[in-house]
């Protein structure tokens, strides 16, 4: 009987030594994936809206990334944003990334980004005319028209 009970004894805290020493491992070596991208500007997690993702180098050679176009051109007019370059959006049929510069803006769209009302990215401009229509936008921008006061008019849409 002693030696069932040894037997007993050494299997169950070799089953609990195992399930220790596998929780340890998990644990340090944490969850594998990637970490969670936020927002230069705001702060949001890129991850719970990739469609509207947008991005640039900053001065110092570093990525950065916005959950949507108005927290890029936010960014760009601030002192953050001096000297930055190759800024890009999420072409919004394509779903690709796209120069920031190359692309037209709908404004005052029915549809809204992650932070409200947003510039809209479309690809070309007979496509922003349309979704201007289809979606009673107010206007299409060009990247140059976007300043401060296209911001400040976004924000009282």
Known sequence: MNARRRFLTLSLCSFFLNVLLATVLALSSGCGGKPRVRCERCGMFLDANPRWAAGAVAAGGRDVHFDAPRC?????????????????VTEYYTQHK????????????????????????????????????????????????????????????
């Open 98 to 157: 796209r120069p920031a510069a190359f692309v037209w803006y709908v404004v005052g769209a029915d549809l809204t980004g992650p932070m409200g009302p947003d510039f809209v990215p479309i690809g070309d401009e007979v496509g922003a005319e349309r979704f201007r229509g289809e979606h009673n936008a107010r206007a299409v921008l060009r990247y140059d028209a976007i300043d401060a006061a296209a911001l400040t008019r976004l924000d009282a849409h």
């Open 72 to 88: 890029l051109f936010a960014w760009l007019q601030s002192t953050a944003g001096i000297g930055a370059e190759g800024p890009w």
